[in-house]
T-cell receptor, first 114, second 111 residues
Framework: DADVTQTPRNRITKTGKRIMLECSQT?????MYWYRQDPGLGLRLIYY???????NKGEISDGYSVSRQAQAKFSLSLESAIPNQTALYFC?????????????FGEGSRLTVL | GENVEQHPSTLSVQEGDSAVIKCTYS??????FPWYKQELGKRPQLIID?????GEKKDQRIAVTLNKTAKHFSLHITETQPEDSAVYFC??????????FGKGTSLLVTP
């Protein structure tokens, strides 16, 4: 089945380290998103991209950067990780239409920054 | 961005009872309102959505209602079952083509 795959699924790192979370999808969708989930805060949008040349900031982009390497790949980077970036990160995709459609989420990447 | 308020944060019902979760949004131009269910340790999954040209949509035991004048929408689950226990998220558009999510409602259905 077509899916959204995130790597790594779990990562423990130290403050100041550079971390990259990768997302690839076989759904053929043009739109890709990175969300962060914290208990009690729901899902917050970090960045989104509607095609390879399009990158947009979300609600909480500070401290993060992204790269859309191909239609199927969208990576999230933390240049210098800090403890309050400890969270569960989700990549998501959606079809390209002139109206909104539902998101398909990956299984999540749990990041712990010590 | 679009501010989405979701209530309650936790909800406990007995099996067979109904559950209602409410969300409000601030942008009157918003036109798409999905609901997601996230089981423990799993990814969020879309369970139902509604567009602004209709007031209600049903799918078996779940339904969503939309009140555009009041800018709120609700998820209704009837005849709840233990497998309905999960965290439910509402969402509304952000900048037209992304979604902002509510903070979630943890629903517990007790046998």
């Amino acid at each position: 089945d077509a899916d959204v795959t995130q790597t790594p699924r779990n990562r423990i790192t130290k403050t100041g380290k550079r971390i990259m979370l990768e997302c690839s999808q076989t759904k053929g969708h043009d739109r890709m998103y990175w969300y962060r989930q914290d208990p009690g805060l729901g899902l917050r949008l970090i960045y989104y991209s509607f095609d390879v040349k399009d990158i947009n900031k979300g609600e909480i982009s500070d401290g993060y950067s992204v790269s859309r390497q191909a239609q199927a790949k969208f990576s999230l980077s933390l240049e210098s990780a800090i403890p309050n970036q400890t969270a569960l990160y989700f990549c998501a995709t959606s079809e390209d239409r002139d109206y909104l459609l539902g998101l398909f989420f990956g299984e999540g990447s749990r990041l712990t920054v010590l | 961005g679009e501010n989405v308020e979701q209530h309650p944060s936790t909800l406990s019902v007995q099996e067979g009872d109904s559950a209602v979760i409410k969300c409000t949004y601030s942008d009157s131009a918003s036109n798409y309102f999905p609901w997601y269910k996230q089981e423990l340790g799993k990814r969020p999954q879309l369970i139902i959505d509604i567009r602004s040209n209709v007031g209600e949509k049903k799918d078996q035991r779940i339904a969503v209602t939309l009140n555009k004048t009041a800018k709120h929408f609700s998820l209704h689950i009837t005849e709840t079952q233990p497998e309905d226990s999960a965290v439910y998220f509402c969402a509304a558009p952000f900048s037209g083509y992304a979604l902002n999510f509510g903070k979630g409602t943890s629903l517990l259905v007790t046998p």
